[in-house]
């Protein structure tokens, strides 16, 4: 298994919803991260999680709560969102730390009205 | 601050050419370097990758090329074919650290 799942695929939510978004993956891989992506732009790296400890925040605003559960789950929950949150959110994961390839899942797309 | 920068958004080639993406990056701290694959709709899929300690490495038809002292890397696809049609983002991480950096990304178009 050499995927990376997120869900929802799509979502759509008012600013004053509270959503999760979810990855999972089931390749033993220990670091894992979420990355934010608007139209013509490159990733943006938001948190890295490292044996399930965070390691990485990259001042994200603290709507934006991420969850590591596990090794192989991590979550992103949503809370008071603005529109300009709209994006492509992307889960991935690592196996070796510092060198190795990210495996991508196909993200998220969350639309905020 | 972009750390890894992609200067090109775009570049065409015909098919059976070679296609050269390039990358340059500011942080001389980043020592493993990555290139990535994206289509529509789907996450970024791995490429090739290069650490600082070679200046080459090839795989297939996709080759990268490190040059340290200019902080500058690239992509050669030979000979290019329309399935490469995609969107390309070099990466670059650090030495004990996990983040990875991207840049901007060139669109790829190649003509039949």
């Known amino acids: 298994d050499t995927e990376v799942t997120q869900t929802p695929k799509h979502l759509v939510m008012g600013m004053t919803n509270k959503k999760s978004l979810k990855c999972e993956q089931h390749m033993g891989h220990r670091a894992m991260y979420w990355y934010k992506q608007k139209a013509k732009k490159p990733p943006e790296l938001m948190f890295v999680y490292s044996y399930e400890k965070l390691s990485i925040n990259e001042s994200v605003p603290s709507r934006f709560s991420p969850e590591c559960p596990n090794s192989s789950l991590l979550n992103l929950h949503l809370h008071a969102l603005q529109p300009e949150d709209s994006a492509l959110y992307l889960c991935a994961s690592r196996f070796r730390e510092p060198t190795g390839e990210l495996f991508f899942g196909e993200g998220s797309r969350l639309t905020v009205l | 601050d972009q750390q890894v920068k992609q200067n090109s958004p775009s570049l065409s080639v015909q098919e059976g050419r070679i296609s050269i993406l390039n990358c340059d990056y500011t942080n001389s701290m980043f020592d493993y370097f990555l290139w990535y694959k994206k289509y529509p709709a789907e996450g970024p899929t791995f490429l090739i990758s290069i650490s600082s300690i070679k200046d080459k490495n090839e795989d297939g038809r996709f080759t990268v090329f490190l040059n340290k002292s200019a902080k500058h890397l690239s992509l050669h696809i030979v000979p290019s074919q329309p399935g490469d049609s995609a969107v390309y983002f070099c990466?670059?991480?650090?030495?004990?650290?996990?983040?990875?950096?991207f840049g901007a990304g060139t669109r790829l178009t190649v003509k039949p």
């Open positions: 990466a670059a991480s650090g030495v004990d650290n996990n983040d990875m950096r």
